[in-house]
């Protein structure tokens, strides 16, 4: 059977236990569960909260395409991909990745692609809200993001 | 065609998204970016630093010598920052 990836873009919270229990229930051939959650960071004290801007129905397909790559290049058994829009405090999730399979380098890996190849194509922008009040500057993309999604090519 | 713009190409040209009539001229990316900077100064300061702006046409990332054909929908936005 091939491996379909789960892939949601939503407002509300994920359930990191939840979601990793759910590629693992009822198998016996997952030997090796992956998960990385991204948090809303502040920046010394001067954010009240990022606001995460997507491209609505691009942003499903987009992490869909490459969630769709990851299955093809390891050999899963099992792929989640979560990520959240719209205004998230620090200390809050953003996006959730789990990547099962029957041995630890695929999930190791697949986790690693997904999260360098989301930043750099999934349609999210995310913007500052300051605790001095009003909104700050849109995040700027950083090369390095360029330079950890080449990697893989 | 539907033209949708997001984060910082958004708020420079004052609107989420417009329908736009292209001109026969109009073939590929880069000339549709041309005639947006033409419709007005929001446009044109939205495109200014045009290296800056990545495109989608119809939800898939293209880049900007891309024939426009048939595609419904383009979407200008700065390089994503999700994650």
Known sequence: MPVVAKVKVQL???????????????????????????????????????????YP???????????????????????????????????????????????????????????????????????EHLVEGGTGAWVEAKAGDDKDAARWT | MNIRYFAWVRERVGVEEETIDLPGNVKTVADLITHLKGIDDYHAAAFEEEDAIRVALDQVHVETDEEIGDAREAAFFPPMTGG
């Not at chain 1, 969630?67 to 996006?95: C, M």
């Open chain 1, 57 to 127: 129905g691009m942003a499903e397909a987009e992490l869909s395409r490459i969630a769709g790559e990851a299955i093809e290049r390891w050999p899963l058994t099992g792929l989640t991909v979560i990520h959240r829009y719209g205004k998230i405090p620090p200390g809050d999730n953003i996006v959730l990745v789990v990547a099962a399979s029957s041995h630890r380098r695929a999930a190791f890996e697949a986790a690693d692609f997904l999260m360098d190849y989301l930043k750099t194509r999934a349609p999210f922008w995310k913007k």
């Open chain 1, 12 to 54: 509300e919270d994920f359930d990191v236990q939840a979601e990793s229990h759910r590629l693992t229930s009822g198998r016996r051939d997952v030997g090796a569960l992956v998960s990385f959650t991204g948090l809303c960071r502040d920046e010394a004290g001067t954010l009240t909260a990022l606001e995460l801007e997507h």
